[in-house]
């Protein structure tokens, strides 16, 4: 079982920036890839970005292109999201997952997940 661990989250004014940072602990495996996800109230889980296990592939929702970048260091079983100028309706719970393989853009694709960190984007 692998257990994530994310942290950063908290209250930010919109146009601001926050770093988030998943940690892995428990039995590692290679070749994974590492998402994230948001929820919002009363909205659906979204794939925001995910992350191939090299680092060499990146993937991205539209939404967030060119304002998040998401990063990895498997020495240090960690990986980051870099979010920068947030926009309020960005305002969600942010989850950490990871699957073998590929990244996928499918929640149902990611066995472990982090219990999630509150970011809060003010108008």
């Known amino acids: 079982q692998v257990q994530l661990v994310e942290s950063g989250g908290g209250l930010v004014q919109a146009g601001g920036s926050l770093r988030l940072s998943c940690a892995a602990s428990?039995?590692?495996?290679?070749?994974?890839?590492m998402g994230w996800f948001r929820q919002a109230p009363g909205k659906e889980r979204e794939f925001v970005t995910g992350?191939?296990?090299?680092?060499?592939?990146?993937s991205y929702a539209d939404s967030v292109k060119g304002r998040f970048t998401i990063s990895r260091d498997n020495a240090k079983n960690t990986g980051y999201l870099q979010m920068n100028s947030l926009r309020a309706e960005e305002t969600a719970v942010y989850y950490c997952a990871v699957r073998r393989g590929a990244i996928s853009h499918e929640a149902g694709e990611y066995h472990y997940w982090g219990q999630g960190t509150q970011v809060t984007v003010s108008s």
């Open positions: 992350i191939s296990w090299s680092g060499r592939i990146t």
């Open positions: 428990g039995r590692t495996f290679s070749d994974y890839a």
